[in-house]
Every structure is written in structure tokens, then in C-alpha cells.
């Protein structure tokens, strides 16, 4: 027997008390952006994949909250849609390449233990602070979309 649902997933959540519509922000084309680079030459599951994204999300917030000047730059992100721009990078060569063109931006290191699916010391998701659109390097416009 099926259950017939009487009411949209938006008018369920409109009556959860940990809801709020506030959380749904407009995305702004001039917003800075989260990019997030993930290592495909470690043939990494989708589920690990986002654990290790949610790894890299969580540790570059943590860094740009702990000062005044990159809490500006967090509200900017955060008021104009939080967008997240997940790109692969298909080799470790083009990895160190995208780092040493990349040296002066603010970024986390996601490094895995190697306790499921890579040796450990992997390197496998790089976050960068979010930037505006005319701070994206060159080697980062050019890759893909994971």
C-alpha cells in the first residue's frame, strides 16, 4: 500500500521549527565561489568523493572564520548563494602545476589516512577560499566540471 502525500516537501519543511527559508539564498553571478579541485587519478567511489569534499568545505570555513578580514569575504560568499564548483584534476603532474600557479591563494589540503580506498598521505581535495570571478587563475578556469 503507498502513501499518498498530501502535502510538498517545501510545505513540510515550512512546519519543521529547524527550517527556515532564509536558508535558500539567491545566487549572484558576481559572488565569489567556492572551487574545489578533486584528484581523479585516485579512482576514488562517489561516496568518498563527497566525504572528502565535505572535508574540504568544512576546513576552509574553519580557516576564513578565524579572522576579521576573511569573515567579510565569507559573508560576501554567503549572501550571494554560497556556490561550490567542483573540478577534476585527472593527474598529480597537472595537480602540481595547478599548486605552484596557486601559491599565494588561501587554500586546504585535504590529505587522506588510507584507511579505505588510497594510500595514506593522499592528497585528494583541494578547497579554495572563495573567490570572485576575476581571481580565478588560468589553470583553474581550464578544467572540467566533476
Known sequence: MFLILT???TETLLECTDYSDREVSECTEDGPRMYLLINRSLNLSPGKVCAQ???GVEEITTKMLQSRKRRKRWKAYTSSGST???LKVNSEA????ILEETKN???AY??????TQC??????VIAYIPLYAHEVPSSIKRLKLY
Open 7 to 9: 502535502m510538498s516537501i
Open 105 to 107: 591563494l588561501m587554500k
Open 94 to 97: 597537472e595537480i602540481v602545476s
Open 119 to 124: 594510500p595514506s598521505g593522499s592528497l585528494t
Open 84 to 86: 561550490k564548483i567542483a
Open 53 to 55: 569534499v565535505g572535508h
Open 110 to 115: 585535504v590529505i587522506d589516512a588510507g584507511r
